[in-house]
């Protein structure tokens, strides 16, 4: 008979290692599935200063590989492998990758979130040749030249700042005049004099020939456009939910899943965890306290059916 795991999480980000590390505590037969690489969005952070306790030296990758050692302790089992469909009715779930299949008795969702496209010319012709999605990743190969930044999120503001560890000069394109960014990263980007701000503005165009050399920029307020020569361009204009895989078969707005403070989804059996469910705070701690609520409630529900 197939084995059929007590709870299967997909995704490993610190929501899935997180209810991997709860529900394997709890004595459950636990499996987590990610598709790529285990630690999610977090690993491509260079610095968490705050999630608490994480005083120095704590970077995203680094916290993301101690919740998995922590999970594996306890006795999570980990796949490798690319969910292609589920089917989440009923009182075994069943779940196929392109490996293999695989079933359980309750399902918690931990998809999160994929950084969002800018929408301008060129971009996708640039993706990869100056034109980039995350900073930790990419910054180094701008060192010593000219970069911007389009954004006014804790992502923008933050990333900026790491930025200019490399770069030259950093400038931060806003489509507002105000950042949406958190005060205290406001007040360190004023305070740096390697950036400096274009508000009211986007970007139209990504222009180059084999690699970016300039965007152009359009202020919103005069219609006026203007050329801005930079080799990198990093695009950090928020998240899209990973949750095409239980469109028509979870409760879903704006494309986030809808729970309800315990992580339930609208199908029973059901929960999401982390930054692909609706909610107004995503950070590495509301993402391992979802996964946390998650993994118990997963726990409620198989008391209450067993
Ligand atoms: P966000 O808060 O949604 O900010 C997105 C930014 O991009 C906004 O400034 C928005 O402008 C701008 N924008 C959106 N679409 C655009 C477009 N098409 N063209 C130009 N600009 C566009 O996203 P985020 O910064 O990625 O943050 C996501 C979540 O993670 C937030 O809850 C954030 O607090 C959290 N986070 C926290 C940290 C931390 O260190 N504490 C770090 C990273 C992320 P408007 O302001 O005009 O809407």
């Known amino acids: 008979m197939e084995k059929i795991y007590d709870t299967i999480i997909i995704g490993g980000g610190p929501a899935g290692l997180s209810a991997g590390l709860y529900a394997a505590r709890s004595k459950m037969n636990t499996l987590i599935i990610e598709g790529v690489k285990f630690g999610g969005q977090v690993t491509s952070t260079y610095e968490i200063e705050n999630y608490p306790g994480s005083i120095e030296n704590c970077t995203g990758p680094s916290l993301s590989e101690r919740i998995k050692k922590q999970a594996e302790e306890f006795g999570t089992k980990f796949s490798v492998d690319q969910i ?5 009715e009923g009182d075994t779930k069943i779940i196929k990758g392109k490996k293999d299949s695989y079933e359980a008795k309750t399902v ?20 990869g040749k100056g034109v980039a999605y995350c900073a930790t990743c990419d910054a180094d190969f701008f060192t010593d030249l000219d970069v911007a930044v389009i954004g006014g999120g804790d992502s923008a503001v933050k990333e900026a700042i790491y930025l200019t560890k490399f770069a030259k000069h950093v400038t931060v394109i806003h489509r507002r005049d105000s950042l949406r960014a ?12 390697k950036i400096s701000f274009i508000w009211n503005s986007v970007v139209e165009e990504a222009i180059g020939k084999d690699g970016l050399e300039k965007v152009l920029i359009k202020n919103k307020l005069t219609d006026e456009s203007s050329e801005l020569k930079v080799d990198g361009c ?14 028509g078969k979870l409760s879903l707005e704006k494309g986030y899943i809808v729970t309800d403070e315990d992580m339930r989804t609208s199908v029973s059996g059901v929960f999401a965890a982390g930054d692909v469910r609706k909610k107004s705070l995503r950070q590495v701690i509301t993402a391992t306290a979802d996964g946390a609520i998650a993994a118990t409630s997963a726990e409620h529900y198989i008391e209450e059916h067993s």
């Open 234 to 247: 990093f695009v950090f204009v928020g998240y899209d939910p990973v949750t095409q895989l239980f469109e």
């Open 84 to 88: 292609i469909d589920v089917n989440l």
């Open 182 to 193: 958190s005060k205290s990263l406001q007040e360190k980007a004023f305070a740096n004099s």
């Open 108 to 127: 918690i969702i931990c998809t999160g979130a994929n950084p969002r496209l800018g929408g301008f010319k060129g971009e996708l012709e640039l993706r």
